[in-house]
């Protein structure tokens, strides 16, 4: 049976972004927060290496966090939204600890005051990464999911896949305001109005769309998707991160090498055994990611090599395995002995830099809708994002948002009547083969196409190709009962042709978009901002 919810505010994903901003609502608000798989599910889960922040002000300072960030940007950071996130971190990594997340200590810190291990990464001038092991985003996953469930004020709705945002302009109002989402609930098959006075995405990214990445299956960019057909400004989506080290391995699945492991000494090698990467970049294998990962594709192409490899070796057995114990084990399941042996390595999609255009409290194009964590695009990463500034993105933007949100209320009060969800023209799918086989199809000439390296000619096969799969979506979609996989390939597929179309427009290379077209970088600077055509009023046809 269909049903229709009504909240203060909507919260759309329970990863690092979702979890804060529902943590810091007043309890005064009632919050329902969504997430289309258990709540744990999503990129924070599997974060490995740990959050940025300065944390020691002696060696470290915002200026040099500031300065880092912009560097591995290229040109592109927004410094307001740079300083606002680089300054407010401490205060979120003492919210995160106050929460109870069990950080890593430092075994040789001297005064009494508890300190934590700071470990570094490519492009930070100083250790300032603050960690739990190697498995930081399960712990602050687990604390915040902990502490959510303890709260009266939240109900929780894992298994619901937001299909749509609701918006008033296509029910003819003029002043068109964002008034919740249409939630598919994945075990009963039911689709719901979550009607709310604000409503957040938190949906998280889009690395998805390319057949090897990071990521777990559920970052289809469905926030991403959702804004632009609800009518927000999508900007800079050709800077996909592609992280240099995840696990080569015939039946490993997404995993990834912890950075941490090059920033605590870790080298890259040949086949061979050599040592490549000094030749690239005097900061050798501590560069920015997007000069690693060009390196390792250049010279995995070059030797024809399936992989390269990663060794931490040479270190002490007791240090590899108390620093990297989830990374040791799980090379280890897979007969790698990290201790003894380098790791087989390949890059891989890793992070969405782009995204729904915000304002640096959050705020979206459209009225009451906020967008929060990687689904957005607040200027902080520019071209490049800097290791492990993405955590602190989203703890830093949720709170911002959250004391938006308690200043200006959102209300329903002038909203029209919504009505249900229409399925009486759609009959079930036959043929639910056809998705996997069009899912197969885009990540792979993603991939292929508008990957590491592009050429325009690439770029236009891919756009030909997305093409025809929309139209073939947009008819699935039109005449069958609406699935949580259909509903992924819908969006993987908008956020395709986004990220097609930034990449298009950019006659350059900058930061993670290589042209061999466009080798040169431009003397300006420009995002890529797509614009979305009006929506179209229901009254419209
Ligand atoms: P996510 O954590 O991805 O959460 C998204 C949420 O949205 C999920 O709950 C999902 O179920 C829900 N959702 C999505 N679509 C819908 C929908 N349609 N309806 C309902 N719910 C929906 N960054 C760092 O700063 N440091 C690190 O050490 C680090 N390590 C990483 C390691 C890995 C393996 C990966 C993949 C990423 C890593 N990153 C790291 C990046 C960082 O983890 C992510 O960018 C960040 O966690 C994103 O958080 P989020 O809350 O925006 O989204
Ligand atoms: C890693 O541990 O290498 C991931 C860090 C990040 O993506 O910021």
Redesign the pocket.
């Known amino acids: 049976m269909q049903k229709s919810y009504l909240y203060d505010v909507v919260i759309i994903g329970s990863g690092a972004a979702g979890l804060t901003l529902a943590l810091h609502l007043p309890s005064r608000y009632r919050i329902a927060l969504l997430s289309k798989d258990s709540l744990s599910a999503g990129s924070t889960y599997g974060?490995?290496?740990?959050v940025?922040a300065v944390l020691n002000e002696i060696e470290d300072s915002f200026e040099q966090h500031t300065e880092d960030t912009l560097i591995a940007g290229a040109g592109l950071c927004k410094k307001q939204a740079v300083d606002y996130i680089v300054k407010n971190g401490q205060e979120s990594i003492h919210w995160l600890i106050d929460q109870g997340v069990p950080f890593t200590a430092n075994k040789q810190a001297t005064s009494s005051e508890k300190e934590y291990h700071l470990t570094k990464?490519g492009g930070h001038s100083a250790r300032r990464i603050i960690h739990a092991a190697?498995a930081?985003g399960k712990a602050i996953s687990d604390t915040l999911v902990q502490s959510v469930r303890k709260q009266h004020n939240i109900d929780i709705y894992e298994h619901h896949i937001a299909i749509d945002l609701i918006t008033s302009g296509k029910f003819g109002v003029s002043n068109n305001s964002c008034l919740g989402a249409y939630a598919l609930d994945c075990k009963t098959g039911n689709i719901h109005n979550f009607l709310s006075g604000d409503t957040i995405l938190a949906s998280g990214g889009a690395s998805k769309a390319y057949l090897y990445t990071s990521n777990t299956d559920g970052a289809t960019g469905d926030g991403i998707a959702m804004a632009w057909r609800a009518g927000c400004r999508v900007a800079n989506m050709e800077f996909n991160?592609f992280?240099p080290?995840c696990l080569y391995h015939p039946n490993a699945k997404s995993f990834?090498?912890?950075?941490?492991v090059r920033g605590e000494g870790g080298r890259l090698l040949l086949p061979n055994g050599q040592r490549f990467m000094p030749s690239f970049d005097q900061r050798a294998e501590l560069a920015p990611r997007d000069i690693v990962a060009r390196a390792i594709d250049h010279e995995m192409k070059r030797l024809g090599a399936d992989c390269l490899f990663l060794d931490i070796s040479h270190k002490p057995d007791s240090f590899i395995k108390s620093h990297f114990p989830t990374i040791f084990e799980r090379c280890l399941s897979f007969g790698i002995d990290i201790s003894r042996e380098p790791i087989p390595i390949v890059p891989a999609a890793?992070?969405t830099c782009g995204g729904i255009v915000t304002q640096c409290n959050g705020a979206t194009d459209l009225n009451n809708l906020f967008a929060v964590g990687e689904c957005a695009f607040t200027g902080l990463h520019g071209a490049n994002?800097?290791?492990?500034?993405?955590?602190l993105e989203c703890l830093v933007m949720a709170q911002s948002a959250a004391k938006t949100i308690e200043r200006q209320p959102g209300s329903l009060s002038q909203a029209p009547s919504i009505p249900q969800w229409d399925e009486s023209r759609v009959t079930d799918s036959d043929e639910d083969v056809v998705i996997s086989h069009n899912w197969d199809e885009l990540r792979r000439f993603m991939w292929n196409y508008v990957g590491i390296v592009r050429t325009d000619k690439r770029l236009q096969r891919a756009l030909n190709r997305i093409t025809l799969l929309q139209a073939e979506i947009h008819e699935f979609y039109s005449n069958y009962k609406v699935s949580s996989d259909l509903i992924e390939l819908r969006n993987l597929a908008k956020v395709s042709e986004l990220i097609i179309r930034c990449a298009m427009s950019r006659k350059e290379s900058r930061g993670l978009h290589y042209s061999l077209d466009y080798p040169y970088c431009n003397k300006q600077a420009e995002d890529s901002i797509l614009v979305p055509e009006p929506i179209k009023r229901f009254s419209d046809g």
């Open positions: 974060a490995q290496g740990g940025a990464e190697d930081t991160q992280h080290t990834l090498i912890s950075e941490a890793h992070y994002r800097l290791a492990s500034n993405s955590l």
